[in-house]
């Protein structure tokens, strides 16, 4: 038990926050956007779209210039990183002009932009480096490198607290704590500050705030200029940080839905957004891990063990989880005179 | 209007011509992992693109990005006069049972599976030969004692594979042990670097320094992740040990691209033939890759074992078990 404890449980926990990471981004990314009264389900392309330009730029930046390359060594990861950041900005402004400006419906707006996504980043990875939509396979200087803590090598040997600081801890890439820390700023700028209380009025009485002499336009541009960036850095992670080392064709493979659902579980709130994607981590994780998981008076398949983040989502969807209450605004474009 | 019949009339002029001077007219499908998975797909694409340079006659392609398009696509290339129709993966056996009953004039070739028809050629590999070779290397390999196995999608194929490897693993070191993971059960688990590499950070968590990948475009970030962890790797279908030189070990190559270029070169021939054809080690359809990027890691020992064991399975002294006969392993 003991063993299990210190040795499965670290791991799991480990890997969940690998697979948890890109979730909580993309969750949190929705929160700004349906926080400020714009649906967003286009989660899923604004990150595909990221991913790939993370995974294309980082590839030219770190290539030779005989082969097309910028030479760029080191620089290359953070080529990628702010290519993906501007491709997903404009994703994300594409859907706010579709959806604000010219007042359309907001879920079309976000399934053509899944659609969209998922054609152009082959097509383009197609014509560019002519191997099937893929991007080349990135290596040191192209990739997000984990980072090791201080003093994770030296304080191993300390009972419980050492493996936790240095297997859970550190060792993980900078978007990682990155995403964690973003948790934290969410929660002071969506609480603490003025374009937070603002922000979150827009979701919910757009007229009100329109009366109070303030922009609904332009928050809620400001709001998905977030959600873009965000989305940016978890398609980043996909392509730069994880063993992918590249992009892939359709490689988020759901994870904006996923991330919709835990902002549904979250109650659209920052700190229960993070718990709700590590939850879903460690879903996977435990999938990933136990593909059969016995239960001493019953084996439970693998086909059932991998299908637990969508069977969860489903019950969670199912309003088990008591009422979960979106922005009152959400979804409904904002018209100044009736 | 005018227009309309001068179309017509000349799309009826090239329709013929193609079927005047051409013998094969080939068309080749691949499947869900996609064209340039570096692996299975891309393997049948080499072998195609050596018909097209032999010979100066082109192919047409399609990649299915659905299981709701198989049937069609053999349909329409069936339908627009090609021949051979080849079609590389096991998913596709139903359609073409259902399509090559209606074309009995065009020639039908199915890779990894079996399909009864009299016009049909079903090519299968007998992948636990060439992975039993991998295991005997990996087994040699490994100080841990710990080797590993990455599957794609959860079928009788890819344990085949992981039940060939992990034979040759125990016979070389009998107390070895195994660790097998699948990436999935539906054909995004052909396409999920992200998981792959997850799986394989967890089985190196628990001792593996020994991976094998038998899981498509997936295998690419098994192979990333194994590399990154100082580990070594096997690669699976094509050659893959330039892709991280030093780490890997080898790969268990399977020659689609022989049954490809086979298919069509038959037809444009006028050699082909219908029913089952078997690759095996006997007939270099399996085997494991020794190249410039991975002969520093295998010790004249280890090059020794390995073709011991090759000549003993080739003269039926070793007999490897083949998962799909009856869905059993006989190693754990």
């Given at each position: 038990?003991?063993?299990?404890?210190?040795?499965?449980?670290?791991?799991?926990?480990?890997?969940?926050?690998?697979?948890?990471?890109?979730?909580?981004?993309?969750?949190?990314?929705?929160?700004?956007?349906?926080?400020?009264?714009?649906?967003?389900?286009?989660?899923?392309?604004k990150?595909?779209?990221?991913?790939f330009?993370?995974g294309?730029?980082?590839?030219?930046?770190?290539?030779?210039?005989?082969?097309?390359?910028?030479?760029?060594?080191g620089?290359a990861?953070?080529?990628?990183?702010?290519?993906a950041?501007?491709?997903?900005?404009?994703?994300?402004?594409?859907?706010?002009?579709?959806s604000i400006t010219?007042?359309?419906n907001?879920?079309?707006?976000?399934?053509?932009?899944?659609?969209?996504a998922?054609?152009?980043t082959?097509?383009?990875g197609?014509?560019?480096?002519?191997?099937?939509?893929?991007t080349?396979?990135?290596?040191?200087?192209?990739?997000?490198?984990?980072?090791i803590?201080?003093?994770?090598?030296?304080l191993?040997?300390?009972?419980?607290?050492?493996?936790?600081?240095?297997?859970?801890?550190?060792?993980?890439n900078?978007i990682?704590?990155?995403?964690?820390?973003?948790?934290?700023?969410?929660?002071?700028?969506?609480?603490?500050?003025?374009f937070?209380?603002?922000?979150?009025?827009?979701?919910?009485?757009p007229?009100?705030?329109?009366?109070?002499?303030?922009?609904?336009?332009?928050?809620?541009?400001?709001a998905?200029?977030?959600?873009?960036?965000?989305?940016?850095?978890?398609?980043?992670?996909?392509?730069l940080?994880?063993?992918?080392a590249?992009f892939?064709?359709?490689?988020?493979?759901?994870?904006?839905f996923?991330?919709?659902?835990?902002l549904?579980?979250?109650?659209?709130?920052?700190?229960?957004?993070?718990?709700?994607?590590?939850?879903?981590?460690?879903?996977?994780?435990?999938?990933?891990?136990y593909?059969?998981l016995?239960?001493?008076?019953?084996?439970?398949?693998?086909?059932?063990?991998?299908?637990?983040p969508?069977?969860?989502?489903?019950?969670?969807?199912a309003?088990?989880?008591?009422?979960?209450?979106?922005?009152?605004?959400?979804?409904?474009?904002?018209?100044?005179?009736? | 209007?005018?227009?309309l019949?001068?179309?017509?009339a000349t799309?009826a002029?090239?329709?013929?011509?193609?079927?005047?001077?051409?013998?094969?007219?080939?068309?080749?499908?691949?499947?869900?992992?996609?064209?340039?998975?570096?692996?299975?797909?891309?393997?049948?694409?080499?072998g195609?693109?050596?018909?097209?340079?032999?010979?100066?006659?082109?192919?047409?392609?399609?990649?299915?990005?659905s299981?709701?398009?198989?049937?069609?696509?053999?349909?329409?290339?069936?339908?627009?006069?090609?021949?051979?129709?080849?079609?590389?993966?096991?998913?596709?056996?139903?359609?073409?049972?259902?399509?090559?009953?209606?074309?009995?004039?065009?020639?039908?070739?199915?890779?990894?599976?079996v399909?009864?028809?009299?016009?049909?050629?079903?090519?299968?590999?007998?992948?636990?030969?060439?992975?039993?070779?991998?295991g005997?290397?990996?087994?040699?390999?490994?100080k841990?004692?710990?080797?590993s196995?990455?599957?794609?999608?959860?079928?009788?194929?890819?344990?085949?594979?992981?039940?060939?490897?992990?034979?040759?693993?125990?016979a070389?070191?009998p107390d070895?042990?195994v660790?097998?993971?699948?990436?999935?059960?539906?054909?995004?688990?052909?396409?999920?670097?992200?998981?792959g590499?997850?799986l394989?950070?967890?089985?190196?968590?628990?001792?593996?320094?020994?991976?094998?990948?038998?899981?498509?475009?997936?295998?690419?970030?098994?192979?990333?992740?194994?590399?990154?962890?100082?580990?070594?790797?096997?690669?699976?279908?094509?050659?893959?040990n330039y892709?991280h030189?030093?780490?890997m070990?080898t790969?268990m190559?399977k020659?689609?691209?022989?049954?490809?270029?086979?298919?069509?070169?038959?037809?444009?021939?006028?050699?082909?033939?219908?029913?089952?054809?078997?690759?095996?080690?006997?007939e270099?359809?399996?085997?494991?890759?020794l190249?410039?990027?991975?002969?520093?890691?295998?010790?004249?020992?280890?090059?020794?074992?390995?073709?011991?064991?090759?000549?003993?399975?080739?003269a039926?002294?070793?007999?490897?078990?083949?998962?799909?006969?009856?869905?059993?392993?006989?190693?754990e």
């Amino acid at each position: 038990m003991m063993d299990f404890l210190t040795n499965d449980l670290l791991q799991l926990s480990d890997s969940a926050i690998r697979f948890a990471t890109p979730l909580l981004l993309a969750c949190l990314a929705g929160l700004y956007s349906e926080r400020a009264g714009i649906f967003d389900i286009g989660l899923e392309g604004k990150m595909l779209v990221a991913a790939f330009a993370a995974g294309a730029f980082s590839a030219l930046a770190g290539m030779s210039v005989d082969d097309g390359g910028w030479n760029m060594g080191g620089a290359a990861v953070w080529v990628g990183l702010l290519a993906a950041i501007i491709a997903s900005i404009i994703m994300a402004m594409i859907h706010a002009f579709a959806s604000i400006t010219l007042r359309g419906n907001q879920l079309i707006s976000g399934v053509a932009i899944n659609f969209f996504a998922a054609g152009i980043t082959v097509l383009i990875g197609q014509y560019w480096f002519k191997m099937g939509g893929q991007t080349p396979q990135l290596h040191e200087g192209q990739r997000f490198e984990p980072i090791i803590l201080p003093f994770a090598k030296s304080l191993q040997d300390v009972p419980v607290l050492g493996p936790v600081y240095h297997d859970l801890i550190s060792g993980h890439n900078i978007i990682v704590y990155l995403s964690f820390v973003i948790v934290a700023l969410t929660w002071l700028i969506l609480y603490r500050t003025r374009f937070g209380l603002r922000m979150r009025a827009v979701g919910e009485n757009p007229g009100a705030v329109d009366t109070a002499g303030i922009s609904v336009v332009k928050l809620r541009y400001s709001a998905l200029i977030i959600t873009g960036i965000l989305c940016g850095l978890a398609g980043a992670y996909l392509s730069l940080g994880t063993a992918a080392a590249g992009f892939g064709k359709d490689m988020t493979s759901g994870r904006g839905f996923i991330a919709l659902a835990a902002l549904i579980f979250a109650k659209w709130k920052p700190i229960p957004a993070m718990w709700a994607t590590l939850l879903f981590g460690m879903l996977e994780a435990v999938g990933s891990k136990y593909q059969t998981l016995d239960l001493g008076f019953m084996v439970l398949p693998g086909q059932f063990m991998q299908a637990l983040p969508y069977i969860l989502t489903v019950v969670i969807l199912a309003g088990f989880v008591g009422k979960a209450i979106p922005p009152k605004a959400g979804g409904e474009p904002y018209v100044k005179e009736r | 209007m005018k227009l309309l019949k001068t179309l017509i009339a000349t799309t009826a002029l090239v329709g013929a011509a193609t079927f005047a001077n051409a013998q094969a007219n080939p068309a080749l499908i691949f499947d869900l992992g996609g064209k340039f998975d570096k692996s299975f797909n891309e393997m049948s694409y080499t072998g195609a693109e050596r018909f097209r340079e032999e010979t100066g006659i082109e192919y047409r392609e399609f990649e299915l990005q659905s299981d709701a398009q198989r049937e069609q696509a053999l349909r329409r290339f069936a339908q627009a006069g090609n021949n051979p129709v080849v079609v590389a993966g096991f998913s596709n056996a139903t359609a073409m049972a259902t399509v090559a009953p209606d074309f009995p004039d065009t020639s039908f070739v199915i890779i990894d599976m079996v399909v009864d028809a009299p016009n049909v050629r079903s090519v299968v590999f007998a992948e636990q030969e060439g992975s039993y070779l991998v295991g005997v290397l990996a087994a040699m390999a490994s100080k841990s004692g710990t080797i590993s196995f990455v599957g794609g999608m959860d079928i009788p194929l890819i344990s085949a594979f992981e039940c060939g490897y992990a034979q040759g693993a125990k016979a070389t070191n009998p107390d070895i042990t195994v660790l097998a993971t699948m990436t999935g059960t539906d054909g995004s688990a052909w396409n999920n670097p992200v998981k792959g590499g997850e799986l394989t950070m967890s089985q190196i968590e628990s001792g593996s320094d020994v991976v094998f990948a038998a899981a498509g475009g997936t295998g690419r970030g098994v192979l990333q992740a194994a590399t990154d962890a100082g580990i070594f790797a096997i690669g699976v279908d094509a050659n893959q040990n330039y892709m991280h030189p030093g780490n890997m070990l080898t790969s268990m190559v399977k020659r689609v691209d022989e049954a490809v270029f086979n298919a069509f070169n038959d037809v444009n021939n006028g050699e082909f033939t219908a029913g089952i054809q078997v690759m095996g080690l006997a007939e270099d359809g399996v085997g494991w890759a020794l190249d410039e990027h991975n002969e520093a890691l295998i010790t004249d020992e280890m090059r020794a074992a390995v073709e011991a064991a090759r000549v003993a399975i080739i003269a039926g002294d070793i007999l490897v078990h083949d998962y799909r006969t009856d869905n059993t392993c006989p190693v754990e």
